[in-house]
Nanobody, 121 residues
Framework: QVQLVESGGGLVQPEGSLRLSCAAS????????MGWYRQAPGKLRELVAT???????YYPASVKGRFTISRDNAKNTVTLQMDSLKPEDTAVYYC???????????????WGQGTQVTVSS
């Protein structure tokens, strides 16, 4: 059974930093695109950052220059370093991975359970 488990959320003051981590476990053949999404109360889930297996990254304008995504292909982990946090970054953050489970013939999308990030003074 494939699982994504996030860690690292919490409460931080404006302009502070947090680091989120996500580990994929289980029988996995390969992991392609990995990413982070967030969902604030009353809003749709939105993309925060993605990273390909060859380390190409994408950020929307709302977080570009403040957030940094990285991954370790050997450990099946993805990390989101968040700096200069703003109150509007408050949301539940979800890890996502497009991967091929061992023995499967096609890629599937998996989600973590989410971790709360609250930016407030």
């Amino acid at each position: 059974q494939v699982q994504l488990v996030e860690s690292g959320g919490g409460l931080v003051q404006p302009e502070g930093s947090l680091r989120l981590s996500c580990a994929a476990s289980g029988s996995i053949s390969s992991i392609n695109l990995m990413g982070w999404y967030r969902q604030a109360p009353g809003k749709l889930r939105e993309l925060v950052a993605t990273i390909t297996r060859t380390y190409s990254t994408y950020y929307p304008a709302s977080v570009k220059g403040r957030f940094t995504i990285s991954r370790d292909n050997a450990k099946n982990t993805v990390t989101l370093q968040m700096d200069s946090l703003k109150p509007e970054d408050t949301a539940v953050y979800y890890c996502n991975a497009d991967l091929v489970p061992f023995g499967a013939t096609k890629q599937e999308s998996y989600w973590g359970q989410g971790t709360q990030v609250t930016v407030s003074s």
